[in-house]
């Protein structure tokens, strides 16, 4: 092409970044590569090739992962956490900070290893990918250096598994790795079996550095490596990958103790309203879904356009997307690179030849021969139900439909089982802000889209997974609270057969929607106190009143939209009701128990309950300063209708202690009641009666725990189930939970020292902090 046609066509020519030191370094390192354990280098044993998807050429060959590999790299960090905890976090942000700094010095080498191994243009990888990655330790460098000061009352969990996939092979490293080391903790690390080059480039930077043998351990292979990590001695599994696999490994952990944070699929809705500017909506939209060949977690797939714009809309879109450059990876003129591997490619064309419903648009683009690619493709037409408007595809191919109103819009957008991300177009600032809050989804952007960063926390909601990555509420993930544990063991009630105490035959019922209910069996047990007398009698709750109280619970959607300073009167209000009758508790307590705490438990109650309505206006939450033009809004949101199974041991504290916070953040709640002491709960009804509470923010069920948790745990409207029961019931509960993926917190049979507040861990676990990206400032 001479000048002259240049001028004319504006044609971009082609510019290729060079491999040739990528290339190099491979060769250096014999191009095959063992795992990364104690601070070396194994020796490469028998495993798999490394391709460049945009050619099909071999780069490297790695090593598969046996078990004892895996078990020589958890030896490894689990001897090095002690002493990497013990340095202190300044002592720990010199390494960090020097792992910032070599991966900066290496940024190009980085890039083009990243962009030759998973397919992503150049562009991605060097101005997002491993700048972002950079950022991340230099953020967490940071956060180590603080850690005493700012979090003095957390701990490191011990160590990290850490699962990543394909898609940001460094940049999931970096969330993963950074956090975890700047805790204290040490790591194991599986990258994805496609793309495992620069976490083994970054294992050498870890080398140069002179972090610590033993802190970060890289093990690579496929999934039953995964595996492995996932059943070895470790305290924590962070994975990042698949709902399917995710799901796989919640019930994997069930009841063992191990912490676990999922950041899974999702099928984010890319809302554009009436008035929003369109040329800048149809950019956002390129970097929205086209970015990174649309495998990203939170790729904006699902487009949600008003009607009234829908048709100039489209046109423009489908013009834009045969504009897009497809082609080599490493050009920097390239918009569109590879597809991760054949096997992605081939799960993509297959979901899209087998729809059949709606209008296909592919860009009208010159496409390359040979390798991974497929064209960015356009679904449009489609109704909510249909296949590809629900499930994650995973590629650069975008669904739309159509709405009339910002209320058709929110339903539309929240009508699918994930909740990632979201991203709303509009001038209209009221109208953004009005619709932020209605979405869910872990993170919402507005007239921006795919904005990260490391003081942003990520993650999302239903079964786009649980935990956030980044921010202060990042490193929750990544701690424990200092307490001391000690097990739990079962209490029972008190046996007898005397008369009723006060000789009146008084079965309580359960309290469902702000109502006494029968129990649904009709069954009851009585209750003694220590000498065998009668106490009275409760019901024995089913499977069937647990449903009736999530579903009142779930009807009382309202109380979460009542602001703080209401909450926090109506906490105070049941406090003081509970004062006025804090004799008659107290002896019901004792008269339970048998010892003489009750009256110590009845004031802690009432100081628990003013806590939390102390608590209710003030737990806000925070704006990051982000460095794009914006602010990143870290609002926190009730969980939804969360299910407690509440201590056996202290009947009315520990229900208090759980009931309070989680009333306070706006929840609702359906409590088991003490299995062993149930009356105290049963008492607290006609508290809750006169205190103002609306009907069904507060549901009370007694009877067996064990019958009560499973209804509970696999109960599709419970956003989260916890338990504190003495029956263990930790590994039913995580088990049960995978289904809707919904929080748990559970006691593992260690007691909870209910005598300590402990109001901020339970604000904590009835929170969810949804960032809200906003334009801001110049
Ligand atoms: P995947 O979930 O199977 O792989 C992610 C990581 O988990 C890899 O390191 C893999 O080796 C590991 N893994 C696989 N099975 C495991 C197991 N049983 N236990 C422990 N670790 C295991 O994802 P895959 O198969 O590569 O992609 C399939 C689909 O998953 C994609 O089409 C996409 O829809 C979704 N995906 C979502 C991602 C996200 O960021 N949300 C990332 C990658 C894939």
């Not at 058709?408 to 209209?428: D, F, H, I, K, S």
Request: hydrophobic share 45%; charged share 20%; proline share 4%.
């Amino acid at each position: 092409m001479t000048v002259k046609e240049i001028f004319e066509t504006m044609d971009y020519g082609p510019a290729p970044e060079s491999a040739a030191d990528a290339l190099a370094w491979l060769v250096d390192q014999g191009a095959r590569f063992g795992h990364f354990i104690n601070g070396e280098f194994t020796s490469p044993a028998d495993g798999f090739d490394s391709k460049n998807p945009a050619n099909g050429e071999t780069l490297a060959t790695l090593s598969q992962a046996s078990q004892d590999d895996v078990d020589a790299a958890v030896a490894a960090a689990r001897k090095a956490q002690g002493k990497w905890a013990a340095l202190g976090g300044a002592g720990r942000a010199r390494y960090i900070y020097a792992i910032a700094r070599l991966m900066q010095k290496h940024a190009r080498l980085f890039a083009v290893l990243e962009t030759l191994d998973n397919g992503k243009p150049i562009r991605e990888s060097r101005d997002i990918d491993v700048p972002l990655a950079q950022r991340h330790f230099y953020y967490h460098a940071g956060m180590a250096q603080l850690m005493e000061s700012e979090l003095p009352d957390r701990e490191a969990l011990g160590v990290c598994g850490q699962i990543i996939p394909w898609n940001f092979p460094l940049l999931m490293l970096a969330w993963k790795v950074a956090p975890a080391i700047a805790m204290g903790n040490t790591v194991v690390l599986k990258p994805a079996e496609y793309t495992s080059l620069t976490a083994l480039l970054f294992a050498d930077i870890c080398r140069q550095a002179g972090l610590p043998k033993g802190v970060v351990n890289i093990v690579t292979g496929d999934g039953a490596v995964g595996e492995m990590i996932v059943n070895a001695d470790v305290d924590k599994i962070a994975f990042t990958g698949s709902t399917a696999v995710g799901r796989k490994i919640r019930e994997a952990t069930a009841g063992s103790g191990k912490a676990l944070t999922l950041e899974l699929g999702g099928k984010s809705p890319y809302i554009v309203f009436d008035d929003a500017d369109i040329d800048s909506a149809i950019e956002g939209l390129v970097d929205a879904i086209w970015f990174n060949q649309g495998q990203v977690c939170c790729a904006g797939s699902r487009l949600l356009v008003q009607e009234g714009i829908a048709d100039r809309f489209h046109d423009k879109l489908r013009a834009r997307m045969d504009k897009l450059r497809v082609g080599n990876p490493l050009d920097k003129c390239i918009d569109v690179g590879a597809i991760v591997d054949p096997v992605q490619l081939n799960t993509i064309s297959e979901m899209v030849a087998a729809n059949t419903a709606g209008k296909v648009h592919q860009a009208r683009v010159d496409m390359p021969e040979g390798g991974c690619f497929y064209p960015p493709t356009l679904v449009e037409g489609l109704a909510p139900s249909d296949a590809l408007m629900q499930e994650e595809i995973f590629g650069p191919v975008l669904v739309s439909t159509t709405f009339r109103t910002p209320g058709e819009a929110v339903e539309l957008a929240n009508n699918t089982r994930y909740g990632l991300a979201a991203t709303v177009w509009t001038e209209n600032v009221n109208l953004a802000l009005d619709i932020a809050p209605k979405l869910v989804a872990g993170v919402v952007w507005v007239n921006a889209t795919n904005l990260f960063d490391a003081a942003a926390g990520f993650g999302g909601t239903r079964e786009s997974g649980f935990g956030r990555e980044g921010g202060w509420e990042g490193l929750s993930a990544y701690t424990k609270p200092k307490t001391k544990t000690k097990p739990l063991e079962k209490l029972i009630g008190f046996a007898g057969e005397g008369a009723p105490v006060d000789a009146v035959d008084r079965t309580a019922k359960l309290y469902i929607g702000g109502k006494q209910a029968r129990p649904d069996g009709g069954y009851s047990k009585a209750v003694y106190g220590k000498s065998g007398a009668l106490l009275g009698h409760v019901g024995l709750g089913n499977r069937k009143d647990v449903r009736n109280a999530v579903e009142a619970a779930a009807g009382a959607k309202s109380w979460s939209k009542t602001t703080g300073h209401l909450r926090a009167q109506i906490l105070y209000y049941i406090g003081e009701n509970l004062s006025a009758r804090a004799a008659e508790f107290a002896d019901r307590i004792d008269a339970m128990t048998g010892k003489k705490s009750g009256a110590d438990e009845v004031e802690a109650s009432i100081q628990r309950l003013f806590t939390a309505a102390a608590w209710a206006d003030k737990y806000d939450g925070q704006a990051h300063g982000v460095p794009i033009r914006g602010v990143a809004l870290a609002m926190k949101e009730a969980v939804g209708v969360i299910g407690a199974v509440c201590a056996d041991e202290a009947p009315l504290l520990g229900l208090v202690s759980v009931m309070a916070p989680a009333m306070a953040m706006g929840n609702r709640v359906v409590l088991a009641a003490s299995e062993a002491y149930p009356l105290a709960a049963t008492d607290f009804y006609q508290v809750l009666d006169t205190s103002d509470v609306p009907a069904g923010v507060v549901n009370i069920l007694t009877g067996s725990h064990a019958e009560l948790a499973a209804p509970m745990a696999s109960h599709l409207n419970l956003d989260a189930v916890w338990s504190f029961s003495s029956t263990d019931l930790s590994a039913e509960i995580e088990k049960a939970s995978a289904g809707n993926l919904k929080r748990t917190w559970v006691n593992n049979a260690t007691a909870m020292d209910w005598s300590t507040d402990q109001t901020r861990r339970f604000l904590e676990a009835g929170t969810e902090v949804k960032n809200i990206w906003i334009p801001y400032g110049e």
